[in-house]
């Protein structure tokens, strides 16, 4: 059937790269990341080829309807139809060049051994001309394309049962009547309708039917809202009378019964309202579950291939696949090793606008799949009477990551990824929510470039948890600090994240605050962060603000014992080298800004050292507790100063400042460069005077 097609498309691509560049997880010196190899290439061994090219004009015939039927298919019942011959010029330059009584033993489902010329029209016209077609022009084998073009015409002459038939009916009346009840009692809600687009129900069971009868025993899909509450009702066995309660952003996991002898483990990531958005977090959750199943590149058999039993399914709109960025970038990550899950399948609901563009106007490709092409996907056209339906099968084996450290028991992964922030952060994100006892650490090369995938801080990381119960324990690194680079590479817009925090101005926060943001300044600090990470029985994600310079900055050490029994994170950190009772003002300080300062106090004269540093390590949950312990010790101090590289403007200054009037009853004086429209200045100079006057500012 087509959907053992899919599944068996799916695997052949998969395995018909070459060279083909894998993760190897099991090498025998054991070291981290992987060792190439090649899997060698194997032709297909496909008689027809040979066969088919015995009469040359027959071949030419065939590879001008396999190559360019689909532009004449019956696809959009609002387009008018013409003869085949008048829109198709290949077409018209063979007419009555191909003649006579032709040798079709190269057609193996044409079902005659000779024909004239007119009988093989006649059956490629209805093979790639008709409601459904197929495009292969982009593959980059002969013998894939000749597989895939063999197998569709096999395809073309099943008949569904009449079992079947009554089955698919079934499906899609149900779906239309759960739309009209939904029209009648929820007349002015957004309802998210499959309306015109019920065939996809039909693919949608035949494809977990087909899975699961061929080995498979999960599949992760994301799914934008067009016909989401259709399936969750219809398939996923979602209980209508929960989803009256909240029409949007539902999701499902779900074991379903085909009789196979084993169920199959359906999943339905949340949706937010960024389309596409879903897709790279998909892939990372399918990876994530490969993970746990021990196949494909985690399996001990070295056959295996990702997709054996863990499968990502994807829908999409028309409008928004060609016209969002993150689809593009998704694919990219294709191919990568230690990033493939073996191919994704792909649905495409052809809406036939977007939003309020009409399609013509909203791509500049004759279909909206077009953008798979570069990745070498192939894909179908199809109309199902007046039903709208692309479907559009990739083999876009993906995976992620700018700097990618996943930790399992003792095992660790080092990876370098494409130059994508959006997609490579939604894969880790994917692989975060499918695996607690991972901990994935993304980093950006420089901390600025994490507004590349602002959607994915804004809608996933920082309110994943709140809207859908999804924790993840994923870290940031954002190199951050003001080192004269300029005004693109030095902040990481750390007052973003603070503001994306539900921290408490007033009251204490503690653990369950949607994300932590911290600024270390010692190894030992981030080692005890990331344990932190794993040892807790709840996951957050932690945003680092990890200054480069302090990479090989002598000061910046700490000892095995620091590390040891007994040791963990401190929120804050005191200063030991003053006298409590003579200190006269308290420096209050996050980041490597502490380095600084310290360097600066130490070239004043000795009465005027009377100024402790205070290093704030962690900003979110705001350390009131750890704060408070540390001003009981100046007992003296009547000035109360935060200190910061960043303008006025940014920085954690807008934070801390009302946390420390309102729970710690300390009015703080800022120090900090001016408000700026941009983090920092460009001129050399300039830098450095502004850096003076802040070190001189602070200890005046």
């Not at 977007?354 to 179908?380: A, K, N, Q, W």
Request: net charge neutral.
């Amino acid at each position: 059937s087509a959907g053992i097609m899919l599944i068996n498309l799916h695997r052949l691509l998969n395995r018909a790269r070459r060279p083909f560049i894998a993760s190897l997880y099991h090498t025998q010196r054991g070291v981290y990341g992987f060792r190439p190899r090649e899997i060698p290439e194997k032709d297909a061994e496909l008689p027809q080829i040979s066969a088919l090219n015995q009469d040359h004009g027959l071949a030419r015939l065939v590879e001008s309807y396999r190559a360019h039927g689909h532009k004449v298919a019956q696809i959009n019942p609002l387009l008018p139809q013409t003869p085949v011959l008048d829109r198709v010029p290949e077409f018209s330059l063979l007419n009555g060049v191909v003649h006579g009584v032709l040798n079709t033993t190269g057609l193996r489902h044409f079902g005659k051994v000779k024909a004239t010329s007119e009988e093989v029209v006649a059956f490629l016209e209805r093979t790639y001309c008709g409601r459904i077609s197929v495009e292969t022009t982009q593959l980059q084998s002969l013998q894939e394309r000749e597989w895939f073009a063999d197998r569709f015409e096999e395809l073309k002459k099943e008949a569904f049962s009449p079992e079947e038939r009554r089955q698919l009916a079934k499906l899609m009346l149900e779906s239309q009547e759960f739309d009209h009840f939904l029209a009648t009692k929820f007349a002015t809600v957004k309802r998210y309708g499959g309306e015109g687009a019920e065939s996809m129900m039909g693919f949608f069971y035949e494809l977990f039917r087909s899975a699961v009868y061929s080995g498979v025993t999960d599949v992760v899909m994301g799914m934008p809202h067009r016909g989401r509450l259709n399936l969750l009702t219809g398939l996923l066995q979602f209980p209508p009378e929960l989803m009256f309660h909240m029409l949007s952003h539902l999701t499902s996991t779900v074991e379903l019964d085909f009789g196979a002898g084993h169920t199959l483990h359906v999943t339905m990531l949340p949706n937010p309202f960024h389309l596409e958005a879903i897709n790279p977090v998909t892939q990372g959750k399918t990876r994530g579950r490969q993970q746990v199943q021990q196949e494909g590149d985690y399996s001990a058999d070295p056959h295996a291939q990702p997709g054996d039993k863990v499968i990502c399914l994807q829908v999409h709109g028309d409008a928004s696949f060609s016209g969002q960025g993150i689809v593009t970038e998704t694919f990219t990550l294709s191919n990568l090793p230690h990033f493939r899950v073996g191919g994704s399948i792909h649905l495409i609901v052809n809406n036939q606008v977007g939003y309020t563009t009409p399609s013509e106007r909203g791509r500049s490709s004759l279909y909206c799949s077009d953008v798979g092409m570069y990745i070498s996907g192939c894909y179908f056209t199809n109309k199902n009477k007046k039903k709208l339906l692309g479907c559009f099968i990739f083999n876009s084996l993906c995976h992620h990551i700018l700097q990618h450290i996943i930790m399992l028991c003792v095992s660790s992964q080092v990876c370098n990824s494409a130059l994508s922030e959006e997609a490579v952060l939604g894969f880790e994100y994917g692989m975060s929510i499918a695996q607690p006892g991972l901990l994935p650490i993304w980093e950006a090369q420089f901390g600025d470039f994490f507004n590349g995938a602002q959607i994915i801080f804004d809608t996933f990381l920082s309110g994943g948890e709140a809207k859908w119960l999804l924790q993840s324990g994923l870290v940031i690194l954002l190199p951050h600090g003001y080192d004269g680079a300029g005004p693109e590479h030095s902040s990481c817009r750390i007052e973003r994240f603070l503001q994306l925090c539900d921290s408490k101005e007033e009251g204490v926060d503690g653990d369950t605050v949607n994300m932590g943001v911290v600024n270390p300044t010692l190894p030992a600090q981030y080692y005890h962060l990331l344990r932190r990470q794993m040892i807790r029985n709840f996951r957050k994600p932690l945003i680092v603000a990890s200054p480069k310079t302090l990479l090989r900055f002598s000061g910046a050490v700490s000892s095995l014992a620091d590390l040891g029994p007994g040791t963990s994170f401190k929120p804050v950190i005191g200063d030991t080298s003053v006298n409590p009772t003579s200190v006269q003002g308290i420096l209050f300080c996050s980041g490597k800004h502490y380095y600084a300062l310290l360097k600066h106090r130490e070239t004043l004269p000795e009465a005027e050292k009377s100024t402790a540093l205070i290093k704030v390590e962690e900003l979110c949950p705001f350390p009131t507790e750890a704060l408070q312990q540390e001003l009981n010790k100046y007992t003296n101090a009547k000035d109360f100063i935060w200190s910061q590289e960043e303008p006025q403007n940014m920085g954690s200054w807008s934070f801390v400042s009302p946390r420390f009037e309102k729970q710690l009853a300390c009015k703080l004086r800022l120090v900090s460069r001016p408000a700026l429209p941009a983090p920092a200045v460009g001129i050399g100079t300039l830098h450095h005077q502004q850096h003076e006057a802040i070190l001189t500012a602070a200890f005046s």
